[in-house]
């Protein structure tokens, strides 16, 4: 199987950033040029886009498990996508209903908590999540009012 073949059966399977495919093909190949035709190939081909993996990854994360912009920055940057791309694709998130819908996930199993240490746990859970303290206070506020 060449390196066309691996790269396109990866891309089958979900949406990659250009790093990922460049890094999964290191596993097959040690030769740079080699590589660098393959993922040529890919870009012409529209296989690789940097901004629609973003995209991608923002919406399906959203849905699957709510994250916070600035969470959803470093995992992109952990996948090979720049800063700018990044910011520009997270700042279109609306952190206060992703928020919201985070905690509705938890609020069944903290029920029995009181006020005080349901608003701590929460507090704790959405910054875990990478959500700015403005939108978890928000969020908090909003619940217990």
Partial sequence: MNLLDSALK???LRPHS???VINFLRRKTSDAALINQTIAKLEKAKLINDEEFAKWYIESRSRTR???ARLLSHEL???GIDTATSNLESSSLDEVSLATKA???KQKMWSKLSANDFKLKATSYLQYRGFSWDTI???VKKRYN
């Fill in 103 to 105: 905690l509705e996930k």
């Fill in 10 to 12: 990866i891309l089958s």
């Fill in 66 to 68: 709510p994250r916070g």
């Fill in 137 to 139: 206070a928000k969020v």
């Fill in 77 to 79: 940057k952990q996948k």
């Fill in 18 to 20: 250009k790093q990922e």
